[in-house]
């Protein structure tokens, strides 16, 4: 009728089976640390959804504990998904102004790469140092009207924003 308490002057709780260790809970100073003893043996964590058991996250220990959620992975508005060591790094959040795309460490470019029959292909690169100047790999196709300020064509730049720019052309433009 009440709780089971588990009180280890040691600090660690090691679990066995035919005398050998298969994991432990371990206090490291302030942390909780959960361990698999098995090499190779993956952590599952599991769950009934609707009458059916799932695995709903799996860390694959024999992969430098890499982590395969079996669906979504969500996370509250305004809080980021940071990629890298530390603060600076590859930021993904959602935000007032809308959905950001953050290369947080100075001068580093977004690249947006795809696979084109077999290569890998950088589409569109984002250059950071030159205020996020757009480099596309190949054609860009507007479906509805471009709007620039100015053009600059072989190394002479025309200032668009005082007025229109009129080209009539006779044949093909090359």
Not at 107 to 136: E, P, R, V, W, Y
């Amino acid at each position: 009728a009440g709780d089971i308490i588990l009180d280890a002057g040691g600090g660690d709780f090691d679990f066995l089976v035919g005398g050998t260790e298969i994991g432990s809970i371990i206090q490291d100073g302030s942390n909780l640390q959960l361990k698999s003893s098995i090499s190779d043996g993956d952590m599952v964590f599991r769950g009934n959804d609707g009458g059916s058991i799932i695995s709903a996250l799996t860390l694959d220990m024999s992969n430098a504990g890499s982590a395969t959620f079996n669906k979504d992975i969500f996370i509250g508005d305004g809080n980021p998904i940071r990629f890298g060591d530390d603060q600076d790094g590859r930021v993904f959040y959602d935000d007032t102004n809308g959905f950001i795309i953050q290369n947080a460490t100075s001068d580093k470019d977004i690249l947006f790469k795809g696979n084109d029959g077999g290569s890998t292909i950088t589409a569109l690169t984002l250059d950071m140092s030159a205020a996020g100047a757009a480099t596309f790999n190949s054609t860009v196709t507007a479906n509805a009207g471009v709007v620039v300020d100015d053009i600059t064509i072989d190394g002479t730049e025309i200032d668009l924003s005082s007025g229109d720019l009129t080209i009539d052309v006779a044949g093909d433009i090359v």
